[in-house]
């Protein structure tokens, strides 16, 4: 070993050599460096890449979140002191420990910055006030149906337990994306914490997982009431009940865990400028430094599983239930069968419609704003109409509605 280190250029201390040609040697390695030739040492081929500022070739490395600059460091007072003595070694040492202190820089990322939907050229104070309209529309309907089905007894059913739990969940779900965006209308951008990004992103995962478990809850309670409804108040009782809705929480909460904590212990050091309106997964990864692959790979499965049951179990429940509805004799009696599951049916439409068109099209062929404007509608938009849908087209949720209102005019009157 201590023969090779003599031998080789690379390792010399700057003593010269007893040897007879090693002068020679020396000046002829020198010339290569300086021509960007003569590397097939690794260790030689790090020396020759600092004296060219050029990537050794043959090493095979790659580490994005190494920023170009902290690589031409031709004109650091070390390493020049370092070439001079000729001392390879150590000049190797130098690079790798530039680098470990330039990665350990990249991780620090303190806040991200949420573009939203960019210069409007004065139509901003118009869109805050629409989407503030839609937020206090969406506020207010969810509220309503919650204190309908508490209140009024003849809601008490399996089908408005499941509703209340849903209008519950809208509220947080369009509450972890509108206030933020709403903020990003005004100012034009909007910076949000790093740990306020991870919050955002976590909480907007489990509601979204958590409405994809419910909506195939409530298919399943609107299968049971049409193809068994002798049955059905033994198969749906309240501790079944509470077994779907309490299982569909503690799945939304737990599933977006892996992912959330895999997305943001990458490194993140090209821009803190994500180009969304809310920390949504791919903006996010656009700016990740490190390798996403397997953030992408452990997130396409989660969702798929995630998304696809719930909504298979939900089209075989609707399946069964039109092959029922179909079976009924009277015309009258297919319309009532029907109009118990026919707005369930149109926010699950809505719901996976505006769902699917996001994130089932590849992020690279989708145009931005095109993509912003999809996630409005199943972010925003959905929940504002999900409770008009149960109103409207519910008779029994209308009639406890009038009900209520018309306690409040006499509570107030007297």
Excluded at 54 to 79: M, R
Excluded at 151 to 178: C, G, H, K, V
Excluded at 377 to 396: A, C, H, Q
């Amino acid at each position: 070993m201590k023969g090779d280190r003599d031998r080789d250029p690379i390792w010399s201390t700057g003593q010269k050599s007893q040897g007879p040609n090693q002068e020679q040697k020396d000046r002829e390695h020198e010339q290569g460096t300086q021509d960007g030739e003569g590397c097939t040492h690794t260790l030689r081929q790090w020396a020759c890449f600092i004296g060219n500022s050029q990537k050794p070739a043959g090493l095979g490395l790659k580490n994005p979140g190494i920023k170009q600059d902290s690589l031409n460091i031709a004109d650091n007072e070390d390493y020049r002191e370092l070439k001079n003595n000729g001392n390879g070694f150590l000049i190797l040492l130098h690079i790798l420990s530039l680098n470990l202190l330039d990665m350990g820089n990249v991780t620090m990322v303190k806040e991200f910055l949420l573009l939203g939907f960019g210069s409007f050229h004065g139509l901003q104070f118009f869109l805050f006030g629409t989407f503030l309209g839609i937020y206090v529309m969406t506020l207010l309907g969810n509220i309503l149906i919650l204190t309908v089905t508490s209140i009024d007894r003849s809601l008490q059913t399996p089908m408005y337990f499941f509703l209340s739990n849903f209008s519950f969940l809208e509220i947080w779900y369009t509450t972890s994306i509108a206030p933020k965006m709403l903020k990003t209308l005004l100012s034009g951008q909007e910076a949000i914490s790093f740990a306020g990004c991870v919050a955002q992103f976590y909480f907007f995962g489990s509601m979204a997982v958590a409405e994809c478990f419910l909506l195939a809850a409530m298919s399943y309670d609107r299968y049971l009431a049409i193809c068994s409804p002798l049955q059905y108040p033994s198969l749906m009782s309240l501790h079944t009940c509470i077994l779907f809705a309490g299982g569909s929480w503690l799945g939304g909460f737990i599933t977006p865990v892996v992912t959330v904590t895999m997305t943001f212990q990458l490194q993140f050091c090209a821009s803190n400028e994500i180009d969304h309106f809310f920390c949504d997964l791919a903006p996010v990864l656009k700016l990740a430094c490190s390798d996403p692959e397997e953030v992408e790979k452990a997130t396409f499965l989660m969702a798929s599983f995630v998304t696809m049951v719930p909504f298979l179990l939900t089209v075989a429940s609707y399946i069964n239930i039109v092959d029922a509805v179909l079976r009924i004799p009277s015309a009258a009696g297919k319309q009532k069968a029907f109009s118990t599951c026919s707005s369930h049916l149109i926010v699950v439409t809505l719901y996976y419609g505006t769902l699917g068109t996001v994130y089932a099209i590849p992020a690279a062929t989708q145009a931005t704003a095109l993509n912003k404007v999809f996630s409005l509608l199943y972010t925003v938009v959905t929940p504002m109409v999900n409770p008009i849908v149960y109103s409207l087209r519910n008779k029994e949720v209308k009639r406890a509605a009038q009900r209520l209102l018309s306690q409040w005019k006499r509570a107030v009157k007297t």
